[in-house]
């Protein structure tokens, strides 16, 4: 189980989590869903050790992640793509992760099967377009075969092949009975990937709900319609006493409306 | 693409697992060592620049013997000529040592190596332990290449040294040591300072101008400049005479290597404490 409490990140005067306390559970795949700048990727490099809460904590485990005794056999994360040395082949730089938590060197290959990378496995990172980025870290994610998965933002940059092909992992994964973290700023995606949400807006958590109830509460009973003629259809109804919202997508707008950092002026109503 | 196989045992056998050690971070960093390209050609230029300068110095300088005054050929030294490339070699070993720990700043590389390993002390000591240890056996081999290669060019033109003259094994055998206490220092400064450019160009301020500009200073001022200054004082231990205002070999190394420690005990604080 993840767990933080009265998490609180600041940056000189900035806030970037405030007061943020949670707790996840195994055997689904829990949505960490804000606008950009909410404080998502903030929370998710507290998890994992690499800022330090300006207060509260949070535990793996109920241990904190910098006490983990074999770290990669305990948490797999993907936080950024990027995040490599583009000289180093592909397969040596999982190898250099694998090293580093006594995982066998069998297991390199397996993950590289997993993700379907074998063949540029001897290719180095810096030709890699981002899609084989974010499969190459997916990848060291799963080398330690761990109980907590975590994952920001994992489609960005990928084909509906790749996005259709992470989708389903993460339900394998959860169904396999682990914790699997996923962030995004798309309502959408977590529509189709999660079975719980933690919603957050300038650092504070909003919503802690089923995806199903989320999306009850915010829409009611709802029927989903398509029309050439949106606007009319949509006078109509109003007429006839009924909520006519756009989409799945404005009921999280709506939400976190007040909580968007960066607002284009005259963008929403 | 998504076969069952994500998993080898799924995740009920974790109490089977064994805690991560030092030695895999080691085994972890040497595969990072020789995994990218720029180990090879620093490693080769240092190997090429040590013997080759040192052979091109040790030939120009026996020619010209005949000609030397005699308080010239009193100060003569055939080992310092056959060793003239290791500190231009040693500038090789600073950029490799800087950009080891300095190029996973500014690739990200280091968010991933730090959540792979989140005891982050670990990580900075044992960069610095592989990276030290193939160092001093590069630096070994050069210098005891250069200084047979040296000494071959010199005899029959001057007087050459052997490695049984007095001090000469230990001037020679001190070359290795001391590219390995500059080793562990470049880490520790890419290590302290995280961006390449910064690093590299401290640590050439380290050795080259800071030394250079107390040259200028009066002597009452050079002198403890000169016999203190780390990297100065470390140089001793490669140098077979004895000049006025330095240390004796040993001693000179202790300060250089005590000044590694401190450099190295503040990279290590702050790599622990800052956020990564």
């Known amino acids: ?269 | 693409m998504t076969d069952a196989a994500i998993a080898r045992t799924g995740p009920d056998h974790r109490a089977a697992f064994r805690a991560a050690t030092f030695a895999d971070v080691l085994r972890s960093e040497w595969t990072k060592l020789r995994s990218v390209r720029s180990t090879f050609w620093a490693l080769t230029a240092t190997v090429v620049l040590g013997i080759g300068l040192g052979a091109a110095i040790s030939a120009a300088t026996a020619h010209g013997y005949a000609k030397f005054s005699a308080s010239g050929k009193l100060s003569w030294d055939p080992t310092g000529y056959s060793q003239a490339g290791v500190a231009i070699a040693s500038l090789a070993i600073v950029v490799l040592g800087v950009l080891c720990i300095s190029s996973e700043y500014s690739s990200g590389m280091i968010r991933t190596s730090l959540i792979a390993v989140p005891k982050r002390g670990r990580v900075l000591a044992a960069k610095s332990l592989v990276f030290a240890g193939v160092t001093f056996v590069v630096g070994e081999v050069t210098c005891f290449v250069a200084f047979f290669v040296g000494q071959a060019l010199i005899s029959g033109h001057a007087p050459h040294a052997a490695l049984g003259d007095p001090g000469v094994a230990r001037a020679v055998a001190g070359g290795g040591l001391y590219l390995a206490a500059l080793a562990v220092l470049s880490v520790a400064a890419g290590a302290l300072l995280r961006h390449p450019a910064a690093a590299i160009a401290s640590m050439i301020a380290v050795l080259l101008v800071l030394p250079g500009i107390a040259q200028a200073l009066p002597d009452s001022w050079r002198n403890p400049v000169t016999e203190f200054w780390p990297t100065q004082a470390g140089t001793q231990l490669t140098s077979v005479y004895h000049s006025a205002h330095t240390l004796q070999p040993w001693p000179g190394f202790v300060v250089m290597c005590l000044f590694v420690v401190i450099v190295y005990a503040i990279a290590w604080t702050l790599l622990d404490r800052r956020d990564a």
């Open chain 1, 1 to 269: 189980m993840i767990e933080a409490r009265n998490l609180v990140k600041r940056y000189g005067s900035t806030v970037a989590v405030n007061d943020l306390s949670f707790s996840i559970r195994p055997g689904m795949v829990t949505g960490f869903l804000g606008p950009n700048g909410a404080g998502k990727t903030t929370t998710m490099r507290m998890i994992l050790g690499l800022d330090a809460p300006t207060q509260g904590s949070v535990t793996v485990d109920g241990r904190s992640y910098r006490d983990l005794p074999a770290p990669m056999r305990e948490v797999g994360a993907l936080l950024d793509a990027k995040a490599l040395h583009g000289g180093r082949r592909a397969r040596d730089h999982l190898l250099c992760l694998a090293q580093s938590n006594g995982i066998p060197r069998s297991r390199v290959d397996e993950v590289l099967r997993i993700v379907g990378l074998e063949a540029v496995a001897r290719r180095r990172t810096k030709g890699f377009s981002l899609g084989m980025g974010q499969r190459l870290g997916i990848a060291s994610a799963l080398l330690g075969d761990p109980a907590v998965l975590i994952f920001d933002e994992p489609v960005n940059g990928l084909d509906p092949d790749g996005i259709h092909w992470v989708r389903t992992l993460m339900r394998e994964l959860a169904a396999e009975g682990r914790i699997v973290l996923v962030s995004s700023h798309l309502m959408s995606e977590m529509a189709v990937t999660a079975d719980h949400l933690l919603v957050i807006g300038k650092g504070r958590l909003i919503a802690d709900t089923s995806v199903d109830e989320f999306v009850r509460s915010s829409s009611q009973q709802s029927v989903h319609v398509r029309s050439p003629q949106a606007a009319e259809l949509a006078a109509r109804c109003r007429e006839a006493g009924a909520t006519v919202r756009a989409s799945l997508e404005e009921a999280f707008m709506g939400l976190t409306r007040d909580s968007v950092e960066y607002q284009a002026a005259g963008a929403t109503p």
